[in-house]
């Protein structure tokens, strides 16, 4: 839970008093898509299967998003939201060692909310007096306490909730505020609940590979079959929930994470571009390479709902972490990945706060949040590590902008925090992340033996 300071309120205040605008005269909807690149997606819009995303980029701007190296999604979905990088915001990877860990190599927790050292977002709107609902975005469990409805990245049963087993804990608040936490847990989707007509549309899954997918109880790091199965339930999950929340929730920001694009990316790009690998099933790639371009329909389906309930006088960002290329592995379970991350992810932006047809100058995930602080009349910080991308902006927002304040983590202090210390599933998960090579010995990334191996991308 994140409070303001009284002081912190006053500077704010005057900050704001400064500016002409007092109330937001733009509404926002981020959209995150975990992965997207457009390599991917260029050759959908040219033949017309993005309709949703198509009609953004014909009436706003877009261009490649420049991501932060190493590219793990907890440090990224978090500067995202901070407009800071991890050496300020802290959260660095998928692991965190406690400042009273008596054995770093062995005392790691999951990463998670607590452990983030600046505000975010959604703290800073609520310190303004705005409001804001957040949903599935990495590193958000525990809930915080804002001004609105934040759905943590614990909400969804999947891949990350399974393998840590945190989900269970009593007292940690997975929805904020806790009264709506049965009316968001209705519209979660279980993995066992999958439609697989819906799966079935987007691939031609053997008779075998059907029944791997109905019988999954669990996702195995690397298996493409489970990992779908639990990410698309999850990726469901958020959606639905967004949706619900731009309908019976409205905010001056709203921001939902799209989660499936990515894993989808690493367990079947040696199907999608088989010429990049050796030894692909050429019968599996004709059956199986249309999956990741489809999924990419689908998932603009979900934008199209989102848009929709939305409105159209919301301004909308569109955005990934990084975007994807093939690592020249086949993804096997348990040992490989066939698609890594790249540093050119995804930007879009339209709307009534967005210039159309404007040309974003090398906009960095580090802009993002400056960007939307900009577009909702609030003051950026100066102790931000990214830009406002001005070049991008509408008259208005640039007239009434506010000046800027020294830094929002003024603003605000961080209660006792809850505690976060590791269970004996949290320790199974951190073994597993050790087998694969994905962590050192002290429990920072690994860099594993083998071809490729330092390219490996997230699990």
């Known amino acids: 839970m994140w409070l303001p300071r009284a002081a912190g309120l006053a500077l704010l205040a005057a900050a704001l008093c400064a500016c002409p605008r007092q109330e937001p005269s733009h509404r926002v909807l981020l959209v995150g898509i975990d992965g997207a690149t457009f390599r991917v997606a260029d050759p959908l819009l040219r033949a017309g299967k993005l309709p949703n995303l198509a009609a953004l980029i014909e009436r706003g701007v877009r261009a490649p998003l420049l991501s932060d190296e190493p590219m793990y999604s907890p440090a990224l979905w978090t500067t995202i939201a901070t407009g800071k990088g991890r050496a300020k915001h802290g959260i660095e990877s998928f692991t965190v060692v406690p400042p009273d860990a008596a054995d770093p190599a062995r005392d790691q927790v999951l990463v998670n909310g607590n452990f983030r050292r600046t505000a975010a977002l959604w703290n800073m709107l609520t310190i303004a007096g705005r409001t804001v609902n957040f949903v599935g975005w990495w590193a958000t469990w525990p809930a915080e306490a804002v001004a609105g409805t934040m759905v943590s990245d614990r909400t969804a049963r999947d891949r990350f909730a399974d393998w840590a087993a945190d989900r269970a804990r009593p007292g940690f608040r997975k929805v904020h505020p806790p009264e709506a936490e049965a009316e968001i847990g209705a519209l979660v989707t279980p993995p066992q609940a999958i439609d697989f007509r819906e799966l079935q549309a987007l691939a031609s899954f053997s008779e075998a590979e059907r029944a791997r997918l109905a019988g999954a109880q669990e996702a195995i790091p690397y298996d493409g079959l489970s990992v779908l199965k639990f990410a698309h339930q999850a990726q469901k999950s958020y959606a639905r929930i967004g949706h619900y929340c731009l309908r019976q929730r409205p905010a001056d920001l709203t921001a939902v994470l799209l989660v499936a694009t990515d894993p989808v990316s690493h367990c079947f790009w040696h199907d999608y571009e088989p010429e990049s690998f050796e030894g692909v099933d050429p019968e599996e790639a004709a059956r199986l390479g249309g999956l990741i371009p489809r999924y990419y329909e689908y998932v603009d389906g979900l934008l199209g709902e989102l848009l929709a309930a ?115 599933a949290d320790e199974a998960f951190l073994e597993e992340l050790r087998v694969l090579g994905y962590l050192g010995a002290a429990g920072g990334p690994g860099s594993p033996a083998g071809p490729g191996a330092a390219r490996r991308p997230e699990p």
């Open 310 to 424: 939305a409105g159209p006088e919301t301004t909308v960002i569109v955005c990934s972490d990084h975007g994807f290329r093939a690592s020249g592995l086949v993804a096997k379970p348990y040992e490989a990945q066939s698609g890594e991350h790249d540093l050119h992810g995804l930007f879009v932006a339209a709307g009534p706060a967005i210039r159309r047809g404007a040309e974003p100058r090398e906009p960095r995930i580090f802009d993002i949040a400056p960007t939307l602080l900009a577009i909702l009349g609030l003051p950026i910080a100066r102790d931000f590590d990214g830009r406002v991308l001005r070049e991008i902006l509408a008259p208005d927002v640039l007239e009434d902008a506010p000046a800027p304040i020294e830094s929002w983590d003024r603003l605000w202090r961080r209660t006792e925090p809850e505690a976060a210390a590791a269970g004996g």
